[in-house]
């Protein structure tokens, strides 16, 4: 049997406690709820972490044992040290795959990968998405139907501030008319960085199914692919000091 894929689930925690409607969705807290995605299946480990545990939640040896981290913030995005941010970032460029949830659109370490504000229109009022999957022979998309509905979401809106993806899987549309790419993935150094929209605090969607096979299908694409480790600088050739080269 393969080694399984190491999944850590970090999550601000914040809302989970200080909103009971939250709590009431989500008793085992929403990176409990994504947890569960994985917990029975053998291809994957997983763990959880937040953001008020010790090193906020990602010591080195978290860190350094996570094939893929899965990202959910929203309220608390400045609290998250520079440190942190930046060896998230070492971590992704050297291999590691990271799904950005939700408003983690917003967090530091997006803005770090995409280089930009990473800004969009939103709304939280009763507005359905409807996600039309437009890249159907993608991997992520695999076992989903051509689209599928969340009766309650909040809207983000196009313009979403962020580079053109490398590949853009999804595509939502708002009862409120709007638009927004909302499977976005990207290449970073040797890392893959996939940002999924849907997740909004007060709203079960991490208990929809579709949405639980987006998660699944995002680690299985994100596990770092074992390829060899780039050198970089000066370089003298393989054959260097050869005779007659």
């Not at 999550?11 to 994504?34: F, L, Q, T």
């Not at 359905?128 to 437009?134: F, K, N, Y």
């Not at 689209?147 to 595509?171: H, K, N, Q, S, T």
């Not at 997740?199 to 680690?219: C, Q, S």
Request: hydrophobic share 35%.
């Amino acid at each position: 049997m393969d080694t399984p894929i190491r999944v850590t689930i970090w999550n601000e925690g914040r809302h989970d406690k200080s909103d009971p409607k939250v709590a009431a969705i989500y008793p085992d807290g929403i990176h409990g709820c994504i947890a569960s995605v994985f917990q029975d299946d053998p291809r994957f480990s997983v763990r959880t972490a937040t953001l008020d545990d010790p090193a906020q939640g990602l010591p080195d040896d978290v860190l350094n044992a996570t094939d893929v981290l899965f990202w959910w913030g929203h309220c608390a995005h400045a609290e998250v040290e520079d440190e942190l941010v930046e060896r998230i970032w070492q971590r992704v460029m050297g291999g590691m795959g990271l799904v950005l949830l939700h408003s983690s659109h917003y967090s530091k370490i997006n803005r770090r990968l995409m280089g930009t504000v990473c800004r969009s229109k939103w709304r939280f009022t009763d507005d359905l998405e409807r996600i039309w999957v437009i890249e159907p022979g993608h991997p992520i998309a695999e076992g989903l139907p051509e689209f599928f509905e969340l009766p309650l979401e909040e809207m983000y809106g196009e313009r979403y501030d962020v580079p053109a993806p490398d590949e853009l899987v999804f595509i939502s549309w708002f009862s409120g008319g709007e638009v927004f790419r909302s499977g976005c993935c990207y290449r970073r150094g040797s890392g893959k960085v996939f940002y999924f929209r849907p997740g909004h605090e007060t709203v079960p969607t991490y208990h929809d199914e579709n949405i639980r096979k987006v998660l699944k299908n995002a680690a299985l694409w994100a596990k770092p692919a074992g390829g060899p480790a780039p050198t970089f600088g000066k370089y003298d050739g393989i054959h260097a000091g050869e005779a007659g080269v």
